[in-house]
């Protein structure tokens, strides 16, 4: 049963603490993304992985890191620099880096 | 980068033919046209991708003019089960992809 996974679901912190989403894929895909969503609004990249051990910033990397040192995982940090933390987070992958990406469940991080 | 422009929102009844319009007047020509779906509380799916004309699989059709300077997104038959936001990317470059606030499709019975 191939797909993406991401845990948990649901994600309570407090201020100042970091604090790391898991994203697994098992589609033998060589590109990787995470995403952030808030209320009402689109998607917004925050870094992107073409092949393992390589990673590119997305439009608001600011305050988050990533590493990819297998194809099949993508785990996000969200640091305590991250001054707007609390939102929905969304992983994808695709065969290569295209526009046709497939998405795992999300995980909806509160901070407070 | 090409600015795309949907309706906020659109309604409709089941079993009508629904038809979702994008705009990107300054495409470039290496951009392809992509659209999503997405459910509340869920990551978006990938519906259709086209470069020009038309385009058809088992889910939606992708109507393109000679101008690519617009785009038709066109979902046959709607079911309840249809209602969700549509989002329309244009571009070539993953680095390049934006998710406007895209179109909230309500169908209704």
């Known amino acids: 049963d191939g797909g993406i996974t991401q845990s948990p679901k649901y994600l309570f912190r407090k201020e100042g603490q970091n604090v790391t989403l898991s994203c697994e894929q098992n589609?033998?895909?060589?590109?990787m993304y995470w995403y952030r969503q808030d209320p009402g609004q689109g998607l917004r990249l925050i870094y992107y992985?073409?092949?393992?051990?390589?990673?590119q910033k997305g439009d608001i990397a600011e305050g988050y890191s990533v590493s990819r040192e297998k194809k099949e995982s993508f785990p996000l940090t969200v640091t305590s620099a991250q001054k707007n933390p609390t939102a929905f987070y969304l992983c994808?992958?695709?065969?290569?880096?295209?526009?046709?990406?497939?998405f795992g469940p999300g995980t909806r991080l509160t901070v407070t | 980068l090409a600015k795309t422009t949907q309706p906020i929102s659109m309604d409709s009844y089941e079993g009508q033919e629904v038809n979702i319009t994008c705009s990107h007047n300054?495409?470039?020509?290496?951009?392809?046209i992509t659209w999503y779906q997405q459910f509340p509380s869920q990551g978006p799916r990938f519906i259709i991708q086209?470069?020009?004309t038309k385009v058809t699989n088992e889910v939606a059709s992708l109507f393109i003019p000679a101008d690519r300077k617009s785009s038709t997104l066109s979902l046959p038959r709607v079911s309840l089960s249809d209602t969700a936001v549509y989002y329309c990317?244009?571009?070539?470059?993953?680095?390049?992809?934006?998710f406007g606030a895209g179109t909230r499709l309500t169908v209704k019975p």
């Open positions: 992985s073409q092949i393992v051990n390589d990673f």
């Open positions: 994808a992958s695709s065969i290569e880096a295209t526009y046709e990406q497939y």
């Open positions: 086209g470069y020009k």
């Open positions: 589609l033998n895909h060589d590109a």
């Open positions: 990317l244009v571009g070539d470059r993953v680095n390049d992809m934006r």
């Open positions: 300054n495409i470039a020509t290496n951009d392809y």
